[in-house]
């Protein structure tokens, strides 16, 4: 019963500040918006028992990149600045796209995954996700883990190459 | 014993992401359209744990899919951060309509 009252409020602000996060025409406020988004995905993972996962979205997405988020757009406007209206013209075909996606969407989860019957087992220790994590045999992650680090190396020194004053 | 079905997640995530669809064709400013594209990237990352702990519980490949998806973005969206500064620094605009010059 908890359960399910932590899950639809979850949903409601998911809900709500996605929607806000896409129509608010300040972008410190939609960055906001965003921020409480995120904290609900967080959650979400929490309450699916993924606990590390609620803590690499904690402090990477809410913590890392929201802040890098803050920082640009103090950089690149002023903060009661409020973005240009946007035209009917172009809202309208993209409310159809994202309305025909949610319908499309809407109707195989409400056809075909309600049929699908869930069976949950315990959630992952600590210790299986450092030994999935660090290891080499099959279900294991030692590859896709050394390729991001190459790939966060390459990004660092990327970003300073892009950004640096000439 | 958990009650919460898988529907319930895929519809919060489908919601989510078609957000990030409307706010990435309609928005004009560079940051709020790599918002929409965060929402897109964060809605699949839920699709991906809510498969793994409905359909293959005991394994963990939705868990890393989902944990290296997060690493992905934080990458992609830290260039691209700096890439808008930049431009930000030879434009001062960083609306996508007024930006249409590709050298510097």
Do not use: W
Not at chain 2, 18 to 25: D, E, P
Not at chain 2, 27 to 43: C, D, G, W, Y
Request: net charge positive; charged share 10%; aromatic share 12%.
């Amino acid at each position: 019963m908890a359960e399910q009252i932590i899950f639809y409020v979850l949903a409601i602000v998911i809900v709500v500040f996605s929607i806000l996060t896409v129509t608010s025409r300040r972008v410190l406020r939609a960055a906001t918006y965003l921020l409480f988004v995120l904290l609900a995905t967080a959650g979400l993972y929490l309450l699916m028992g993924y606990q590390f996962l609620f803590g690499v979205q904690i402090s990477v997405y809410a913590g890392g990149i929201m802040v890098l988020y803050i920082f640009s757009i103090l950089l690149t406007s002023h903060a009661g600045d409020k973005v240009n209206k946007v035209s009917l013209k172009r809202q309208l075909p993209a409310a159809f796209a994202a309305l025909a996606g949610l319908a499309v969407c809407g109707h195989i989860i409400f056809h075909n995954v309600y049929k699908v019957a869930d069976i949950v087992a315990s959630d992952p220790t600590m210790q299986e996700i450092g030994k999935a994590i660090m290891g080499t045999n099959k279900y294991q992650y030692l590859l896709p883990f050394e390729a991001i680090s190459i790939l966060l190396l390459a990004c660092i020194i990327g970003g300073i190459v892009i950004a640096r004053k000439r | 014993m958990s009650i919460i079905p898988l529907a319930g997640y895929l519809v919060i995530s489908t919601v989510m992401f078609t957000a990030g669809v409307y706010g990435f064709l309609s928005r004009r400013n560079m940051l709020t359209i790599l918002m929409s594209l965060e929402l897109m990237l964060n809605a699949a990352d839920i699709n991906f744990v809510a498969f793994n702990k409905y359909l293959f519980p005991g394994q963990l490949e939705g868990h890393f899919f989902a944990l290296f998806a997060i690493g992905v973005s934080a990458a992609e969206t830290a260039i691209a951060i700096a890439i808008i500064i930049n431009i930000y620094r030879n434009l001062k605009n960083i609306n996508v309509d007024e930006v249409n010059k590709m050298k510097y």
